[in-house]
Nanobody, 120 residues
Framework: QVQLVESGGGLVQAGGSLRLSCAAS????????MAWYRQAPGKQRELVSY???????IYDDSVEGRFTMTRHNAKNTVYLEMNSLKPEDTAVYYC??????????????WGQGTLVTVSS
């Protein structure tokens, strides 16, 4: 079993920055890739970014150039640096593990989520 815990969410103004973290524990040897998803009010959960152990990264078009995903393998932790935040970035952000693809069903483990609110 793998447990994922997100942190770093909060309230920021448009144009500001925020850094999210996701720490993995449990059977972490089974983790090959990790991802960030988000779910805005009234919308479906959507992909933000995912990363492999070898640091191959995919970004959704809506965040590419503004968000940066990184991975610290020794700490079993991934990060999401969010810059130039927009009100439409407001969502609950979720960490996922053990998968590879843009679909929610592509990933086996999920964290509880952390709320990011961007005010105008």
């Amino acid at each position: 079993q793998v447990q994922l815990v997100e942190s770093g969410g909060g309230l920021v103004q448009a144009g500001g920055s925020l850094r999210l973290s996701c720490a993995a524990s449990g059977s972490i040897r089974s983790i090959n890739a990790m991802a960030w998803y988000r779910q805005a009010p009234g919308k479906q959960r959507e992909l933000v970014s995912y990363i492999s152990v070898s640091y191959s990264i995919i970004y959704d078009d809506s965040v590419e150039g503004r968000f940066t995903m990184t991975r610290h393998n020794a700490k079993n932790t991934v990060y999401l640096e969010m810059n130039s935040l927009k009100p439409e970035d407001t969502a609950v952000y979720y960490c996922a593990a053990d998968g590879w693809g843009p679909l929610v069903t592509d990933w086996k483990y999920w964290g509880q989520g952390t709320l990011v609110t961007v005010s105008s």
